[in-house]
T-cell receptor, first 115, second 115 residues
Framework: NAGVTQTPKFRILKIGQSMTLQCTQD?????MYWYRQDPGMGLKLIYY???????DKGEVPNGYNVSRSTTEDFPLRLELAAPSQTSVYFC??????????????FGDGTRLSIL | AQSVTQPDIHITVSEGASLELRCNYS??????LFWYVQSPGQGLQLLLK??????LVQGIKGFEAEFKRSQSSFNLRKPSVHWSDAAEYFC?????????????FGKGTKLSVKP
């Protein structure tokens, strides 16, 4: 069971470039999340999805877009990369939004540098 | 607003010594409480969680945490630290009955273990 898989693991972008961070899960989880982790900070929620076709903003959505066309995949897109988006990005999933049922499972992260 | 405070940014303990990592939360009611561990280059792994009932919860790898409502705390403990416990530890809270299912994280405590 692979769990939550993120690709790529590392990426360097130039300012203004665009890219998509991939996230896929094989646990048939309905809920998926994108967090960013800045040095010395906890994780902050960027976007989340409660099911295919449904997405919503988290705490820090500016500069990002998401889509959820399937249950398994939840890609995160950066349209115009900025140095402030240098961070480690984590994707997570859970079966429901009720955390007592099943807590979130995390991927290993994508380390992104914008130069 | 909900928040999580981990007062200690970095803690160093000797192998075999006991460990306590502090976590305080601000929340309107009793939240769900979690401790996650992040090894270098890895994603977050759930150590333990508190939902209800016994305020002392046992987790994996010999960790335990105690929920103290009067102090709004959920401190993590281990009686004897092993070198492999060196990692970053995150406390998180989640809403009861929430529809989002997202977590609010503290900034983390980095644990170093001396031989």
């Amino acid at each position: 069971n692979a769990g939550v898989t993120q690709t790529p693991k590392f990426r360097i972008l130039k300012i203004g470039q665009s890219m998509t961070l991939q996230c896929t899960q094989d646990m048939n989880h309905n809920y998926m999340y994108w967090y960013r982790q800045d040095p010395g900070m906890g994780l902050k929620l960027i976007y989340y999805s409660v099911g295919a076709g449904i997405t919503d903003k988290g705490e820090v959505p500016n500069g990002y877009n998401v889509s959820r066309s399937t249950t398994e995949d939840f890609p995160l897109r950066l349209e115009l990369a900025a140095p402030s988006q240098t961070s480690v990005y984590f994707c997570a999933s859970s079966y429901t939004g009720e955390l007592s049922n099943q807590p979130q499972h995390f991927g290993d992260g994508t380390r992104l540098s914008i130069l | 607003a909900q928040s999580v405070t981990q007062p200690d940014i970095h803690i160093t303990v000797s192998e075999g010594a006991s460990l306590e990592l502090r976590c305080n939360y601000s929340y309107g009611a009793t939240p769900y409480l979690f401790w996650y561990v992040q090894s270098p280059g890895q994603g977050l792994q759930l150590l333990l969680k508190y939902f209800s009932g016994d305020t002392l919860v046992q987790g994996i790898k010999g960790f335990e945490a105690e929920f103290k409502r009067s102090q709004s705390s959920f401190n993590l403990r281990k009686p004897s630290v092993h070198w492999s416990d060196a990692a970053e530890y995150f406390c998180a809270v989640g809403a009861r009955g929430g529809s989002q299912g997202n977590l609010i994280f503290g900034k983390g405590t980095k644990l170093s273990v001396k031989p």
